[in-house]
């Protein structure tokens, strides 16, 4: 077996390979973005005794958003004043490698421990390719001990399989069938949309977009695993939330404790009275839009959803029937959500509030589209499936046939046979369609 340090090597040759790939010439990007953050680390660390330590924990900062906001923001800033400019080209990944940049001078800054003085294991760290194109955003604290000393095994290279291939079957199988009717939807004329067609579109899109960052991410986890590394965790079933501030604990988690941890706390939290904790909210989830993209529609749906977490600080439903209070808290949410998730998908302002009209307005003169046109069989069992698989229903499941003898005695054989059909239509799914992991998400 390759010593420690040789697969480390082979790891941060594979990735910085597999983004030359995706990007060619801009890996230089990436490899700039790794030596940059290596010597501010070693300078944050040399003189942390001193204020020269924030003086350059400012300026690596200063520099990681740079870059970030020159690829991804240019254009649309520029836009803004009408000023046309030659098209910026967005590298993979940029938005997620800079924040987990960022994040490592931070700790770096706040505990001495965690600075790295090998550069290559530095560079693994920022360029680890499972998880670069779509996060999670990984910090240094929870895998350095993985980078230094992980242990492979057969038991967590099976679960790490089993993780990738129920991820890759969440995007193939489910995300990309209900993308066909949501995009339909959203490429009618705004005026022409018919009721029915506006929810089965946003219905579907809601849950597209779910099964496409958790599958992304279910596949990042399964991958590192099967390299010994141990990610944490970025969905816990977000449309079974109560609240708006419920559905952050569980939606993208990496991304809404690393704002939490590195922005809302510094800023003052809520620790600072009522008005200044209000505003830091606001603060943190316009900054979540922007994240997102560069359109005013990502500012508008950060906003949405920072507007209603202070609603839900302020008051809360006056229902004495829990019952009743959480059908009702469920219900919220997910309508929240889903108009949230229309300014998440619309190509501007204007159709994504014309869209929103559709939603409810009824006009019986838009008769030449009708929903189920645009539904069939495999799509109807899709949907069905989505609904399902997106509450804990299969958690409950799997728990109670940890109980089962059969299933016990069998286990060792069921897996691979859920593996291999899964991968077998996959596969299928792959082959009649043109497939490129890089044009699905460009943060």
Sequence with gaps: MLPRSWRNYFLLIVSLTFYAIGEEELVLVMISSIIVNYVAGGL????????????????????????????????????????????????????????????????????????????????????????????????????????????????????????????????????????LIADTAFYMPAEELPLSMAWLGIICYTLQIYFDFSGYSDMAIGLGRMFGFRFLENFN????????????????????????????IPLGGNRLGERRTYLNLIGVFLLTGIWHGASWNFIVWGLWHGAFILIEKSSSLPINNAALKSVLSRVYLLFVVMIGWVFFRAEDLSYALEYIKHLVWYSSENTNYYALYYVNAKSILVLILAIIISTPIKRILLRKLDSNTFFVNYKAYILPLYIGVLMMLCTIEMASNSFNPFIYFRF
């Design 44 to 179: 944050i660390n040399r003189y942390r005794d001193s204020d020269k330590a924030r003086y350059y924990l400012g300026i690596a900062i200063f520099l990681n958003l740079g870059v970030l906001i020159y690829f991804k923001y240019t254009n649309f800033i520029f836009d803004q004043f009408a000023f046309k400019i030659e098209n910026i080209h967005l590298p993979i990944g940029i938005s997620f490698f800079t924040f987990q940049s960022i994040s490592y001078l931070i700790d770096v800054y706040r505990e001495p421990t965690l600075y790295q003085k090998n550069p290559f294991k530095l560079g693994l760290y920022i360029s680890l390719f499972p998880q670069l194109i779509a996060g999670p955003i990984v910090r240094y604290a929870d895998i350095a001990k993985d980078i230094s000393s992980r242990t492979e095994s057969a038991e967590l290279f099976k679960s790490g399989v089993l993780r990738f291939v129920t991820g890759l079957a969440k995007k193939l199988l489910i995300a990309n069938t209900l993308a």
């Design 237 to 264: 079933y977000p449309y079974i939330s109560k609240s708006i501030q419920e559905f952050w604990r569980r939606w993208h988690i990496s991304l809404s404790s690393w704002f939490r941890d590195y922005v809302y």
